[in-house]
């Protein structure tokens, strides 16, 4: 059996197709960049899906060996299908990890999850983004020697963000306009484990920085379950003998 992680990276990829300047960015694709970024850890095995694929890379046999999936989109949500939602909650709730990422809020599968509206206020003037780590003893942000780190250009996302109360908190950003957001967050639906990461901006370069990419490998590991598979549908469980009766005083009655 392989030890390695298994993980596909889904991307929108519509932007690199349509904006010369985020191709400039991302010639191969931002699911490309992450993609390659987590191949620099020899423990991942690293594939890519498109929206534009056949079930838009998200067959039942992708996922069943799919141990972690990265999610990111942004124009395209509605063009998702349903059926295939349906397949990814499965798949988390059996316990697949899942990195939702940037835009990536408003996604039908992060909804799904969430069962909120997942809204948001923001705002694209290329800020300044200060990240800073607000529980420095977790996994996901392990190697991050600081109490913060920036991001030079970046959309902004403020708060009130329209999420349940996370599990965790692991990040908080500051803006330069004085907003602040709960970009990395943590959550548990059956035996799939969620991390919401939220820099990741098409117009930017935020998939190369080193900092970003070290949250992400972090967060593959951390979403990667090793449990049992969660149990589907609601079985009739029924005894092999009747048990015993009790009298009204708990007395055991043969």
């Not at 069943?64 to 349903?82: C, I, Q």
């Not at 469980?237 to 007395?251: R, Y």
Request: hydrophobic content about 35%; charged content about 25%.
């Amino acid at each position: 059996m392989s030890s390695k992680i298994h993980v596909t990276v889904w991307g929108e990829n519509v932007h690199e197709q349509t904006h010369e300047a985020v191709r400039k960015i991302y010639p191969k694709g931002m699911h490309a960049c992450i993609a390659d970024g987590l191949r620099e850890s020899a423990d991942f095995e690293v594939r890519t899906a498109t929206l534009q694929d056949p079930e838009h890379g998200m067959t039942e046999e992708v996922l069943a060996t799919t141990d972690v999936l990265t999610w990111w989109g942004h124009a395209a949500h509605n063009k998702v299908e349903d059926k295939i939602v349906d397949r990814i909650q499965k798949r988390v709730l059996e316990g697949m990890g899942l990195l939702v990422l940037h835009s990536g809020h408003h996604s039908k599968i992060f909804k799904r999850l969430m069962g909120t509206s997942c809204d948001l206020s923001w705002r694209e003037a290329g800020e300044k983004e200060r990240i800073w780590i607000t529980n420095p003893g977790h996994a996901i942000v392990q190697g991050i020697n600081a109490s913060s780190f920036e991001i030079e250009h970046e959309e902004m996302y403020g708060e009130p963000f329209g999420i349940p109360a996370p599990d965790e908190t692991l990040m908080i950003s500051w803006f330069q306009g004085g907003e602040v957001f709960r970009s990395g967050v943590t959550y548990t639906r059956g035996n799939g484990k969620i991390f919401y990461f939220r820099p990741g901006h098409e117009a930017y370069p935020t998939y190369h920085q080193k900092e970003v990419k070290l949250i992400l490998k972090n967060g593959v590991r951390w979403a990667h379950s090793q449990g049992r598979v969660y149990p589907g549908g609601c079985p009739n469980v029924t005894w092999d003998k009747a048990p015993e009766k009790l009298t009204p005083q708990g007395e055991s009655v043969h």
